[in-house]
């Protein structure tokens, strides 16, 4: 898997290397998702609720990246499809969801790239996580705890949820560049 997005420092990452690592078609892993915000309100909220829920799966497992405003491909569903970006307003919100439902409360890097040529200005959010960073386990309010199997979120288990409240700290993956 191309690492330019897991390793490159944010001030360098620009639309140019997003439209190279789209390109590539990577699929969805234990370490990368795909998400896209639909126009409605309802599916905006209820999308925003399931990247937060994804955030606190990666900082609980090995780290990564997800790529918000990028709707997963519709035959595919794991690899990427159609960008569509995401307004100010959407950014906002996400971050506002991460501190008001993770606990410990915690926004992790999010590196917003403007999409070259688009009438409006919509974003590709790089949101990446790093466990270095991040008090464990970070839990998200009256969901519960939640950890990446292969490509999907899913509610921890007892044994990693023992893992992880028996680790009681910070994770142990590499550490990303800073900007």
């Not at 915000?37 to 994804?54: K, M, N, S, Y």
């Not at 926004?107 to 464990?136: G, H, K, M, Q, W």
């Amino acid at each position: 898997m191309d690492q330019s997005l897991f390793w490159t420092r944010a001030s360098a990452i620009a639309w140019d290397l997003i439209q190279t690592f789209l390109a590539q078609r990577h699929v969805e892993t234990e370490v990368l998702d795909y998400k896209g915000i639909p126009a409605t309100e309802r599916g905006r909220d209820h999308a925003l609720q399931e990247i937060v829920e994804t955030i606190a799966a990666m900082a609980n497992t090995d780290s990564g990246i997800v790529l918000c405003g990028v709707h997963p491909h519709t035959i595919d569903k794991t690899r990427p499809g159609h960008v569509v970006g995401l307004q100010q307003r959407d950014i906002d919100g996400l971050k506002d969801k991460c501190r008001s439902h993770l606990q410990p409360p915690f926004v992790p890097e999010t590196i917003s790239v403007r999409i070259a040529d688009s009438p409006e200005d919509r974003y590709v959010v790089v949101v990446r996580l790093n466990p270095e960073t991040v008090y464990r386990p970070v839990v998200v309010r009256d969901k519960g705890v939640f950890v990446r199997i292969g490509d999907s979120t899913k509610s921890a288990d007892l044994y990693r949820l023992r893992q992880l409240f028996s680790e009681s700290g910070f994770g142990t993956a590499v550490r990303f560049p800073t900007a």
